[in-house]
């Protein structure tokens, strides 16, 4: 059930810095499946496996919503200002991290606090986040100039602003692992292999038309590519660099998210719902059907509890063992 918002805060630095589900015959099913109302066009999702909380952006009302999932309730709206878009967790340092496009900056904040932590320049045009917990370090490509800033989570400052391969950078994933992160150029169909020990995009690997978001599952280093101009995604091989296999979808994906503890994917490519893809076999497992156009997808590597933004009607749907 929808929950009241209970405070309010802002964070000016960044402006001045720069219910159950319809089961169609044939498809999964989810024990539990809850809309929550958060107001506004919320737009990316991510959660933090330690607090199970969830942070949602809305670009056009320049917030952070936090949610709680076990309440069903909003539990904060952060003022962050500018037009935010992507959203990524640190649950090892403890942060949270918000892209500021308009003003090329990632704002950090406190995960358990919310206080703002400092206020980064990532270049401009910076609205895609990945994060190496391992290194503390926050990858941000940039939707308008297709640069890839490198930021230390430690001191919060500008490590590196490596120049794109591409004009256009819309999406990024991170093998930490590998030390390898993965970025989505829509104008060119292809994901840009960057390698973190040499500073250097060394890589251009051709995927579907429109690819727009990566994943990247940790220990099999397989790349999750979602195609938002085709009825398909993309499977990327880690060793040779590329596209080995594709999965048909119902429907164009725009966002995926990958379980890291059972290499599963969730995407927002089925019919009017999600998809749930074996990343393993790479055959497609379940699908889910909200009755709605789903937006950003995010997975708890906690409780594998899923979550999706529902742009037009304001909510989040929270989804449990689907």
Not at 15 to 21: I, K, P, Y
Not at 131 to 149: F, H, I, K, M, P
Not at 212 to 220: F, K, L
Request: glycine letters at 12%; one cysteine or more.
């Amino acid at each position: 059930m929808p929950g009241r918002r209970i405070r309010r805060r802002t964070l000016f630095a960044l402006v001045t810095a720069g219910a159950g589900a319809l089961a169609l015959p044939g498809s999964a099913r989810a024990a539990d499946v809850r809309s929550i109302d958060v107001g506004g066009a919320p737009a990316a999702v991510a959660v933090n496996p330690v607090t199970g909380l969830g942070y949602v952006t809305d670009s056009e009302a320049g917030t952070v919503t936090v949610v709680d999932p076990r309440s069903a309730s909003v539990g904060e709206v952060i003022d962050i200002g500018g037009r935010p878009a992507d959203v990524a967790v640190d649950s090892r340092a403890g942060r949270i991290y918000v892209a500021n496009p308009p003003g090329g900056t990632v704002v950090a904040f406190d995960s358990r606090t919310h206080d703002l932590v400092s206020v980064i320049g990532a270049g401009a045009g910076a609205s895609a986040l990945a994060v190496d917990e391992q290194a503390n370090r926050v990858y941000a490509a940039s939707g308008g100039t297709g640069t890839l800033a490198v930021l230390d989570g430690v001191s919060c400052t500008l490590a590196a602003l490596v120049p794109g391969p591409k004009p256009s950078l819309t999406g990024i994933g991170v093998d930490p692992g590998r030390k390898l992160a993965y970025c989505a150029s829509t104008a060119t169909d292809s994901v840009e292999v960057f390698s973190i020990d040499l500073g250097k995009f060394v890589a251009s690997v051709k995927v579907g038309r429109n690819p727009t978001a990566v994943a990247v599952h940790n220990a099999s280093g397989t790349v999750y590519v979602a195609n938002s101009g085709i009825h398909h995604m993309s499977i990327v091989d880690a060793t040779t660099h590329a596209e080995r296999k594709t999965v048909l979808l119902r429907s164009e994906a725009s966002s995926l998210t990958v379980h890291q503890g059972t290499n599963t994917v969730y995407t927002n490519g089925g019919q009017n719902g999600l998809s749930r893809v074996d990343g393993t076999a790479g055959t497609l497992s379940g699908e889910l059907s909200l009755g709605v156009n789903p937006g950003d997808v995010a997975v708890d590597q906690r409780t594998r509890t899923v979550w999706v933004t529902d742009p037009l009607h304001g909510r989040v749907f929270v989804v449990r063992d689907f």
